[in-house]
């Protein structure tokens, strides 16, 4: 079956250091995947994506890994921030119709 | 903010009863998803709108069933409310096969 899948629910990390969110999805097919941050009471926003022709890509203050060996995406942020603290979801672009498949989400929580 | 606009902020309705979700969608856009998203899980997609016409659509029932209008916008229907109904409801627009941006949603509760 299809699924999108997070290795941990929860995340804590001191402010300033780097965080690593990671996501691991089982439908080797897929054309693309998204990374959304949801703050409380809010929609998911849109952080960063990476298609399936990309190992690596970066934005501001975060980077996105793909290793389709092992089906494995994560996110990185630089130098983490009290306005990080969220639910990460990772999200599978399948294509036709564009349907995304979630994860159940990481949530970030920051220390100060 | 994404310019994704939903209505209302906050439903409650109660079982049996009949529901109308609305979405204006970003401009540019003339793609809308929807999806329902329970409480400490991740969205999940009920079906898209595309130039007015169901694009997909994900395992909900056919009491879930929608609009798209000519200015894109969209609406969600949702007849026979059932308690498992209760969640919030995410609108996301794009332009087709680009990135989807989701508005705010409407937290419906079912008595």
């Known amino acids: 079956g299809e699924s999108v899948g997070l290795h941990l629910p929860t995340l804590s990390v001191q402010e300033g250091d780097n965080s690593i969110i990671n996501c691991a999805y089982s439908n080797s097919a897929s054309d693309y995947f998204i990374w959304y941050k949801q703050e409380s009471g809010k929609g998911p926003q849109f952080i960063i994506d990476?298609?399936?022709?990309?190992d690596k890509r970066q934005g501001q203050r975060v980077t996105v890994l793909l290793n389709k060996t092992v089906k494995h995406l994560s996110l990185q942020i630089a130098a983490t921030q009290p306005g990080d603290s969220a639910v990460y979801f990772c999200a599978e672009n399948k294509g036709e119709a564009q349907k995304l498949v979630f994860g159940q989400g990481t949530r970030l929580t920051i220390n100060p | 903010e994404t310019g994704v606009t939903q209505s209302p902020t906050h439903l409650i309705k109660t079982r049996g009863q009949q529901v109308t979700l609305r979405c204006s969608s970003q401009?540019?856009?003339?793609?809308v998803s929807w999806y329902q998203q329970a409480l400490g899980q991740g969205p999940q997609f009920i079906f898209q709108?595309?130039?007015?016409?169901?694009?997909g659509r994900g395992n909900f029932p056919p009491r879930f069933s929608g609009l798209q209008f000519p200015n894109y916008s969209s609406e969600l229907n949702v007849n026979a409310l059932e308690l498992d109904d209760s969640a919030l409801y995410l609108c996301a627009s794009s332009s087709v096969l680009d990135t989807q941006y989701f508005g705010p949603g409407t937290r419906l509760t079912v008595l």
């Open positions: 709108y595309y130039r007015e016409e169901e694009n």
């Open positions: 990476i298609r399936s022709n990309m």
């Open positions: 401009s540019g856009h003339n793609t």
